[in-house]
């Protein structure tokens, strides 16, 4: 598929035509890290215009829909173009998910764009990996060569040796589309780094969906565990405008947090908790909401597949006075906010992400926090905990154009994942454990002959870091290795061959996030402006590679361009390709948002052919097409045929037989029902010098997308360890002290590698305090970068940019953060998935400090 770059002139409003300052970015940046978002979208970001504004109504200005990719949020957003060049991003207002609002990393969009660091032309390395040393190739050699090696692959009767390593990957139908024509079931993504454990956690408890969307606009009350979504979670806008609106209307927000994020500023109420008790502060809530009656025993009886009084003798054992024990938050404080909570009900919801789910426990706790908005009846209910099945668009209404190819039928150790009960045990949904792979091709478990890695910069990104970067650079484990993107990275700088990738501002997608009001949307993302230099995206790589490997995968994109494709894929959309294109955006207005669908009532219809058993009143209708397994439709209550849950018993799974025989098959024992296990390593009276290093992102940043942007990192660009007061004159350390952290694997033996050995040193400076627990140390990882030019690594990389001459830029000059402190806390992390589902447990490595 080549690619026609042409952007529409669009009905739009006229563009104003003055284009963003670094000034008025800076000063985004700044109200990001406290008011978060824009109510009044495209005015919020303004700011006061520059002194000599291009006159209004400038005839060649024009706006072109599209949508961000700077984080997983994928807000809809609008490109101000003149003569060709971007001037400036703003929200675009018919997006539903975002509303016309856009965030720091959003605006800051150009400066990713017209990166003077940036990878423009295919490269070739030239001496050994790792060395710096590339020569430009054209576009026809790098093909040639790298259809030549992965056709030599496939025709070997071994496609799985070809392995693809995604990052956030937002191009899903092509990707999946090549992949699956090539045969290879070797497609690695960063699932487990990211949320696994959490959607695991959820799709245990209601199956329809591992993303919970709580109705926080019309809410009451919400209780937050350890989710930070005023500045870096994964539906931020979306959630934060709604949040925002709902605290004006007077609903609570109490936050369980280790570290006084803006998120905890935010907060009514903010508890600073140790690492890793999240869950059992929800389940000594639920013992109270239990004890005192104070539950909506009628709903849990009708819709649990777990009686109420089983649950509550179950949840005996996790006192208030426990929880304090173990967390820190005061037993009369747990019992008065779960009594608060109760009495919102429906109105009220939790909300939590990696605070809850990245630990040793995670799946756990967020087993437990979800059954808290089981037991007060709110799931579903305006106000309450919600969810919709669609993460992204509705693939019924927008199926993949035909002809699409099956899935392969080779296996992958690697991407199985079968030593861990949950990673894949959900049908159609990838919870791979990312954190191994690496380690896998180590130890030889799996043989790779190619790998391509793509938006991805494990080499510097992953937990044990160092071994990545081990792995990469031995020619022997990895015999050749395609990079494809924007920027040079820890990881392109250990590939054979560098692929210049297009920005999000460069290239098309069909994209949409799981809907925050309750209705799918399906959204485009669309050139802003043409390609700079020679890079390409996938759309246009993957065809041209399969046609060039042959043996039948050209059959697989009979299109003439990306263009073509878009336009049969918009086919059932009204107005189709052109009104996409024109704004941006579509969804059926006539949906009504997705409150309480198990109480949908099945038809004569769907009851026909069907069949009930008595004992349960799961109506079953035809046969899984694989297993051969009967399929349930539906559950009769109290003589009502209706939808229920999508669970195997159609209920909410406050205790579940799956995951039991999930972990027998792997010599595992999973729980039930929700459970508090305390972290081994955390166990026990810890000397003073020993802390619990925690991570967390910097609110314009995020991973390595951000870090190359001049103007984000003029916001932010150092990373000083936080280290509370008390904890830091105990050891006779000082503010802006230089110390050493060094960092161990656990000693657990349910975690690879878990012999409790020293894993790596940093050595940083501390910013002291009172904003985290005493038991914590708090880097965040968005640093650390040793490549990628001057801007990404503060100065350190000042050579000459692969591919170009020279690299000219005025800014360079006014870099004043040259040189600050920038380390990278990824260097410290040990392999550590959760023994049930996988998700690292980026919280919970132990480290001694002492100052340098």
């Avoid at 990245?358 to 979800?370: E, F, K, M, P, V």
Wanted: aromatic residues 8%; hydrophobic residues 35%; proline residues 7%.
């Amino acid at each position: 598929m080549t690619t026609d770059t042409e952007t529409p002139d669009t009905a739009t409003p006229p563009d104003d035509g003055w284009e963003l300052s670094r000034r008025d970015l800076l000063r985004l940046g700044a109200a990001a890290g406290t008011a978060i978002i824009g109510l009044g979208a495209i005015e919020f970001i303004r700011g006061p215009k520059p002194a000599a504004p291009v006159p209004k109504h400038e005839p060649k200005a024009r706006q072109v829909a599209s949508m961000c990719q700077m984080c997983t949020t994928a807000c809809g957003i609008i490109g101000h173009v003149r003569d060709g060049r971007l001037l400036k991003i703003t929200g675009n207002p018919h997006d539903p998910n975002s509303q016309g609002s856009v965030c720091a990393k959003g605006v800051a969009g150009p400066s990713v764009l017209y990166d003077p660091f940036r990878i423009l032309y295919p490269l070739k390395r030239v001496g050994e990996r790792g060395s710096g040393r590339w020569k430009r190739i054209t576009w026809e050699q790098a093909y040639s060569e790298i259809a030549g090696h992965l056709k030599k692959i496939r025709e070997s009767g071994k496609p799985e040796e070809f392995a693809f390593q995604q990052g956030r990957n937002r191009s899903t139908d092509i990707i999946s589309r090549f992949l699956n024509a090539y045969g290879t079931p070797s497609a690695f993504n960063h699932r487990a780094l990211c949320s696994l454990n959490r959607r695991a956690a959820i799709l245990t408890t209601i199956g329809e969906s591992d993303w919970d969307l709580g109705d926080f606009e019309h809410t009451k009350y919400v209780l937050n565990f350890g989710c930070n979504w005023a500045e870096a979670h994964q539906g931020h806008i979306p959630v934060a405008i709604r949040m925002m609106r709902a605290r004006q209307k007077g609903a609570k927000l109490v936050t369980f947090e280790t570290r006084l994020s803006n998120t905890a500023a935010l907060s009514d109420e903010w508890f600073c908790v140790k690492p890793g008790t999240d869950g059992l502060i929800a389940l000594a809530m639920a013992n109270v909401i239990c004890r005192e009656q104070l539950w909506d025993k009628e709903w849990l009886d009708t819709w649990s597949n777990h009686p109420a009084d089983k649950i509550a003798k179950h949840l005996a054992q996790y006192t208030p006075e426990y929880a304090e024990r173990e967390s820190g938050v005061p037993a009369a404080t747990i019992e008065r906010i779960a009594r608060e909570f109760a009495a919102a009900a429906p109105r009220c919801t939790t909300i939590c992400n990696r605070g809850s789910q990245s630990h040793r426990n995670g799946y756990y706790n967020d087993r437990a926090i979800t059954m808290l908005n089981a037991l007060v009846g709110n799931m579903g209910k305006v106000g309450g905990w919600c969810w919709h099945p669609q993460s992204a668009w509705d693939k019924k209404l927008l199926p993949e154009p035909g002809p699409v190819p099956d899935k392969p039928t080779a296996r992958s150790i690697i991407a199985e994942a079968k030593d861990w009960p949950l990673a894949n045990a959900f049908p159609d949904k990838k919870m791979k454990v990312a954190q191994v792979i690496y380690l896998w091709i180590k130890e030889g478990r799996q043989k790779i002959s190619a790998l391509m890695t793509y938006n991805a910069d494990t080499a510097w990104s992953w937990p044990e870091a160092q071994l990545v970067r081990g792995v990469l650079k031995d020619e022997k484990l990895i015999p050749f290795h395609v990079c494809i993107d924007v920027m040079y990275s820890e990881t392109s700088h250990l590939a054979d061959i560098l692929l210049p990738w297009a920005t999000y501002l460069e290239r098309w997608d069909i994209d949409s996030r799981p809907p925050q009001g309750l209705v799918d949307y399906v959204g485009l993302r669309q050139p802003v402006v043409p390609p700079q230099g020679e890079s390409k995206d996938i759309r246009e790589i993957f065809p041209e590679l399969a046609r060039r490997i042959g043996g039948g995968m050209d059959k697989y994109f009979p299109w003439a361009t990306t263009e073509d494709y878009l336009a049969e894929y918009f086919k059932p959309i009204p107005g189709g390709f052109a009104r996409m294109r024109a704004q941006g955006v579509w969804y059926d207005r006539t949906k009504k948002p997705h409150y309480e669908p198990h109480l949908n009532v099945l038809t004569t219809q769907d009851l026909k052919g069907s069949r009930e058993d008595p004992k349960t009143g799961i109506i079953y209708k035809g046969a899984d097409q694989k297993t051969g397994d009967p399929l349930a439709i539906g559950i009769r209550i109290d003589g009502v045929a209706m939808r229920g849950f999508l669970t195997p018993s159609r209920k909410v799974e406050i205790y579940s037989s799956f995951i039991v025989e999930s972990g027998r098959k792997v010599d595992r024992d999973v729980q039930p029902l929700p459970v508090y296990e305390p972290i081994p390593s955390h166990q026990g009276d810890f000397p003073p010098h020993q802390l619990i290093m925690t991570s967390y992102k910097i609110n314009v940043h995020n991973a390595h997308r951000t870090m190359q942007s001049k103007w984000l990192q003029e916001i932010s660009h150092t990373n000083p360890a936080l280290l509370n007061r008390a904890t830091a004159t105990k050891l006779g350390i000082g503010d802006g002290d230089w110390i050493e952290v060094t960092s161990f694997r656990p000693n657990d033996k349910l975690v690879p590698g878990g012999d409790g050995s020293k894993m790596g040193t940093l050595r940083t400076r501390v910013r002291l305090t009172e904003g985290v627990h005493p038991l914590v140390i708090a880097i965040a990882h968005n640093a650390g970068r040793s490549v990628g030019g001057a801007y990404a690594t503060n100065g350190k990389d000042t050579t000459t940019n692969p591919g170009h001459a020279t690299v000219a830029d005025a800014d360079l000059d006014r870099m004043w953060w040259d040189g600050s402190l920038s380390v990278p806390q990824n260097d410290l992390l040990p392999i550590y998935p959760d023994p049930v589902a996988g998700g690292q447990a980026y919280h919970d490595t132990v480290v001694q400090i002492r100052k340098a």
